[in-house]
Every structure is written in structure tokens, then in C-alpha cells.
């Protein structure tokens, strides 16, 4: 008996003690990780933000275009999406590197670049976006908006913070950084990507040069004159490259849709014109000729630039379909994009190119002394390496059936560069105009939609707009809100829409802050 009543106690005590155990506790599973290594939680955040070549966004940008509507259309956007996800796993990374017992490590690093990116992205397109009282959870359901200009010093104050936190950590050769799939863990490229980064979000703000609380000027003027203290990208081999692998990572373009793809995407009108406007030798590497003008009577050489033709993104789909299948348009150079699963060359997210254009542009501006000449035509230099031309280099021209190559042509960059409409005119109008032109060619596939943002800021290159392009005619100006915004957050998106445009009417026409 009294061992009955031992067993008795024995199980009540436990029960008790149970009981006084958190429901949180009880509810813990097992095979659940409780916390993960932050290189894991990084390698996701990188990519996650990164952007890929072939994709709307690109048609958006006129450098291709969909002929066939069951596959798509070239209409513009409508509603913008937001990062806030990626930017939550942005907080568990560095939560995750924190238990090291190191402030200051390089995951936190990066962490304020992927927030500069992914909050500049989100900014550019739809204006005011929640930052302050952003991801707070149920500590703030609601968050308020802060205004564009709020958001776009805070990501130069982000910017400015992973330059130092990089220098830091690199002077104490710290090598803790794993996971990551742009720099491969090296901590010198990282910090020349950041500051790479804040040259473009300089230049994206030329509008605003004599703003005070910005010192755009400033900041642009202390980078370049002090490149030990703010290193920027030198060279194509810094940079920022998504690398597909042809496994886990599949180019887009491959050859397991090349036989859906084929004849219903074909080149754009402002990106191919572009470049045959300046017998510009990146058109034979990216593109076909178009097949009704290499073959019949009358048939062009193949290396004859009035051989290429875009279509104008403006025009009818059915129109487009039409002339497409008549062979009258130019495709991507099929045997360069569709042979392979890794694709010819890695998405570059941020590049060298893009920095020399940015500087010749803030040169050219007037907002530090230097010969924009010279960033001009590294940037042109740099864009054509990408491609693998040079001067010499003999370039095979094919045509988009069967990859049969019908002629070749020696490159002779030497001279592309003497062209009176490609040397530099100064600084001047017609120096930022080709300044932006090259910058526009250079972006081809790279860069996500940076083209667009380009163009929007500054109207050069001039994009088609018409009824291929939707919205009546008229090329957006920026992204409506996402839908749960007014779902979930409607007094404060109502209040933002106000505040900016002085009508709670989301409209795809309205103006931003960044380029009034």
C-alpha cells in the first residue's frame, strides 16, 4: 500500500510540475530548428533580392518583347510587391550572427546593404513606404509611412554604416563570413559592392543636388576623393554576379524552353536601334538578324546593321505577332541564350560598367572634378569585355533557326570609340545624353530594372509607348500600392497617397518625389 501511495505522489508531482511548464514550452516541436546558422539565413536573403535577366521586367525595359499574348503581353505594371519578408529573414540573420557575442560582424554588414537595396527598390517604385514602424508585428499592425525622402537618407545613413562596419572588420582580418553566393566570403568585394551601391542612389537623386539634408554633391565629391576610405568597384572581375549553376540555379532561357520561346519573343525596338544607331558591335552578339532582310532577293549581309530590327514596344500585339512571324524582327541570338542551362554569362546585379557611367554622369553634372571622358569610355570598355569584344575579336553571326552561322565580322573597338556620335562631346547636354545612352545599352539583361528607373529619371533613351504597352497609351510613372496595403493598413496608405499627390487616388501617373 504504501507503495502505491509513493507511485501515486511520485505521478501527481509530476503532473504538477508539468502544468507549470509555458504553453509555448508545450508546443515546442522537436524536429524543429530553435535557431539556424546565420550563413544559411543569408545565403536565402542574397537570393532572394536578386534579379533575374529574361523576365517582364526586361520587356519593360525595351529590350525585348512578347509577340505572342497566350505567353504574355508588353503592358506595363500595375501593383508594385513589397520585401518586407526578405527583410524580416534580414532581422533573424543577424540575430542569429549576434549569439557569436560580436556586434559588429559581417553578416550585420551586409544586413544594412541588403536593407539599403531592398528599401531603395521598394521606394522607386511606389514612393512613401512604411520604414520607422515597419516590421514591429503586433506591436505595430499598422504601420505609418515615411516620406521618400525620410526612406532615401536613411539608406544613405545604412550605406554609410556597412562601409565602416566592412572597414572594421577587414582591418581585423575577421573571416567568420560564410554563405555567401556574390563574393564568395570576400569581405574587401563586399565593401567596394557598398559603395558601388551608393554612388547609383547619388546619381538616381540628381533632381534633388541641391538639397541640403541630402549634400548629394558631398557625398558624391568625399567617395571619389577618397577611395581608401570609400573603395568602390575597379574592374568587371568586382562584379556583383548571380551565378547559375544548371541545377539548382536553371538560366531562364535554356534549351528546355527554347522550343516554346522561339518566335514568340523577339528584340525591342529602343534596345536594338539603340545599337545599330551607333554600328554598335554588341548587336551581333545579342541578337539575330532578321531573317527577312538576310534572305530573298534583295537579301542584306548579314553583318549589315540595317539587318537588325526591333520591334517598337507601342505596337499592337497583333501587329507585332504578325510581323514577328514574317520574319521581319530581330530574336535574342538564339544560340548564345538557348544552349546551355548555366546561360553565357551571370545575371550582374551591380557592376563596374554601371559605376563609370554613374561617375561620368556626376561628372558631367558638375559635382566633383575628373574627366568623365575617361570613366565614359571604361564604362563602354568594360560593357563590351562582358561580351568578349575587343578590338580583333572576329564575331560570328548566326541565324535563329538552326544556329547555322551565315557570316562573321571583325570588331574593331578603336574605331567604335572614334565615332563622332560615340567620343565624348563634354560636359555638356550631348555628353549626358550619350553618357545615358551607353549606360542603357550596358544594362541589357543586367541590373533588374535600373533601365526603366534610367529612363524614367532623365527620358533618354526615348521608350515606345502605345497600345502594346497598356495604361492608355502612356508609359507609367510609377507602381500602384500592393492590394493588402488598403486591406490591412488603409488609413496610413490613404494619408501617404494624400501627403504625396494630394489625392488618396492611387495612380499609376502620378509623380514620386525622386524625379519631381
Known sequence: ???????????????????????EDLE?????????????????????????????????????????????????????????LTLKNVIKMEEEASKSGALVNPYTAIGKFVRAVLVTRMSNKVGDIPLTDALKGLEVPEPTYNSQKDVMIQVLEWLEESNAEFKSLIAENNLSLDGDIYFQN??????????????????????????????????????LSNPAEYPVMSSNQDNMNYVYNGAQQIYPTNPGNRGFDKGRYNMADTYVKGLTNLNDPRV???????????????????????????????????????KAGNGQ?????????????????????????????????????GWASGSAATYYENGIRASMAFYGISDGTVLSITESDNDAVIGTVTASLSSYLAQVAVAYAGNNATGLNQILTQKYLA???????????????????AFHAGPGTGNSGVIPRRWLYPQNESFYNNTNLQAALSSQFGSAIDDLDNEIWINK
Not at 520587356?59 to 518586407?84: I, K, L, V
Not at 563586399?190 to 546619381?203: D, E, G, P, Y
Not at 551581333?284 to 530590327?309: E, H, M, R, W
Open 1 to 23: 500500500m504504501k507503495k502505491i501511495l509513493v507511485v501515486f505522489l511520485l505521478s501527481s508531482l509530476l503532473l504538477v510540475l508539468n502544468a507549470c511548464r509555458d504553453f
Open 186 to 223: 570576400d569581405l574587401v568585394k563586399w565593401r567596394k559592392a557598398v559603395n558601388t551601391f551608393k554612388i547609383r542612389v547619388l546619381i538616381s537623386l540628381s533632381k534633388k543636388e541641391n538639397d541640403t539634408d541630402l549634400n548629394i554633391k558631398q557625398k558624391f565629391q568625399s567617395i
Open 28 to 84: 515546442e516541436n522537436p524536429n524543429r530548428p530553435a535557431s539556424v546558422p546565420p550563413s544559411l539565413v543569408l545565403r536565402g536573403v542574397l537570393s532572394d533580392m536578386h534579379e533575374r535577366p529574361w523576365t517582364l521586367e526586361h520587356r519593360q525595359n525595351q529590350f525585348w518583347a512578347c509577340n505572342y499574348n497566350y505567353y504574355g503581353t508588353n503592358e506595363y505594371w500595375t501593383t508594385a510587391g513589397f520585401n518586407y
Open 284 to 322: 551581333y552578339v545579342t541578337c539575330n538578324p532578321a531573317k527577312a532582310k538576310v534572305t530573298g532577293s534583295g537579301a542584306l549581309n548579314p553583318a549589315d546593321f540595317n539587318a537588325y530590327i526591333g520591334a517598337p514596344s507601342g505596337e499592337s500585339l497583333d501587329d507585332m505577332t504578325l
Open 443 to 461: 544594362f541589357f539583361q543586367n541590373s533588374g530594372q535600373e533601365a526603366y528607373f534610367n529612363y524614367r529619371r532623365t527620358g533618354v533613351p
Open 329 to 365: 524582327y530581330s530574336f535574342a541570338n538564339q544560340k548564345r541564350y538557348y544552349t546551355t542551362l548555366t546561360g553565357p554569362e551571370p545575371s550582374v546585379q551591380l557592376s563596374y560598367w554601371e559605376l563609370c557611367f554613374n561617375i561620368a554622369e556626376g561628372l558631367n553634372r
